[in-house]
């Protein structure tokens, strides 16, 4: 007979599905240099605004079908809705305003460290040793990568202000908040009995509906020429609403805290394609950043060791606890 899929199993796709995410999400930053005339308020109003907006269309039946559990649950999903209107606002407006590496290392470098303190102060959630080194690796190879990018980026004298910098950086750290807080909305509506599909529905459709006064206000450079439209089309489908499909996925398998970790992926794919596709160029330090965020992915992926085993290689009467990576499928008691 074949053994169903533990909970091991799960917690290893669940990783997966927010890897998968990291990836597309990484794409964006590539994608806008396509569309150099749109500001990024539209940029961000129409990526996850139009991709909220579908997530919520694709998922309308079993959104009717949850309704009363989510109406529930309404606090939970406000605070998700308005994060996801605020987050993109803010991230491209820190990158626009403070440069690519110092928008990026603040917005999704200290996310990880914001989810955390949700989960503690929220969910009473304790931290683990693994989770801890694995955050440490992921946000040092962050820094490194984003200084060395600084580095190559200025290395011409120019860059933004002081004042601009300051700004960005405030930016960025609101920008951590709302992620940290919209994946903590979404994993706490998943882990109380409602599906994914309706649980990012609901919070990205609603976020979705905030954004569109956004929409109408800044996106004519959208649509004023087919490139530009083309790019928003795409950051709308794939990394947005393809990515948040797959995040979705995700959450319903690993603790937030863990998602926003694993997704530390993204700066490292930006980084790599921008080498690649735009032609930029990245010193060793921005490599050694690459591979220490690869090495955190590898610790909080990797399979956890069994804590206890019987007398005689038995293994023990009931789950067996894990760690932070299999927090979301414990039921040990």
Do not use: K
Not at 116 to 130: G, N, P, Q, S, W
Request: net charge positive; with cysteine.
């Amino acid at each position: 007979m074949t053994r169903p899929a533990g909970p091991d199993r799960a917690v290893g796709t669940g990783a997966l599905c927010v890897l998968a995410a990291s990836v597309l999400w990484g794409t964006t930053g590539t994608a806008a240099t396509f569309a150099p005339g749109v500001g990024p308020l539209a940029v961000g109003a129409v990526a996850m605004g139009l991709g909220g907006l579908l997530q919520a269309l694709v998922a309308a039946r079993q959104i009717r079908r949850h309704a009363l559990r989510l109406r529930g649950q309404r606090g939970t999903v406000l605070i998700g809705a308005a994060s996801v209107a605020v987050y993109p606002l803010a991230f491209y407006s820190s990158m626009h305003l403070a440069g690519v590496a110092v928008g990026t290392v603040v917005s999704i470098g200290t996310a990880p460290l914001a989810s955390a303190l949700i989960e503690r102060v929220v969910d009473r959630r304790r931290l683990t040793r693994r989770w801890t080194v694995a955050a440490a690796l992921g946000l040092f190879g962050t820094v490194l990568l984003c200084v060395a990018e600084a580095a190559a980026h200025g290395s011409d004298g120019s860059g933004p202000s002081t004042a601009d910098t300051l700004l960005g950086v405030g930016l960025g750290l609101l920008a951590a908040a709302t992620y940290a807080l919209y994946s903590w909305a979404a994993h706490r509506l998943i882990s109380r009995g409602i599906p994914s599909r309706p649980a990012m529905g609901a919070v990205f459709g609603l976020g979705g509906l905030l954004l569109l006064p956004v929409l109408l206000v800044t996106g004519a450079p959208v649509v004023a020429s087919w490139s530009n439209a083309a790019v928003g089309v795409y950051m709308a489908l794939v990394p947005m609403f393809a990515g948040y499909v797959l995040f979705g996925w995700g959450l319903a398998r690993v603790p937030a805290s863990t998602a926003t970790t694993l997704s530390l992926l993204e700066p490292a794919v930006a980084a790599v394609l921008a080498v690649l596709v735009v032609g930029e160029r990245l010193p060793a330090a921005g490599w050694a950043g690459i591979a220490l965020v690869v090495a955190c992915l590898a610790v909080l992926t990797a399979p956890a060791p069994v804590a206890r085993r019987r007398r005689g290689g038995q293994p023990p009467e009931g789950p067996v606890r894990r760690d932070e990576v299999g927090d979301a499928a414990r039921t040990a008691p």
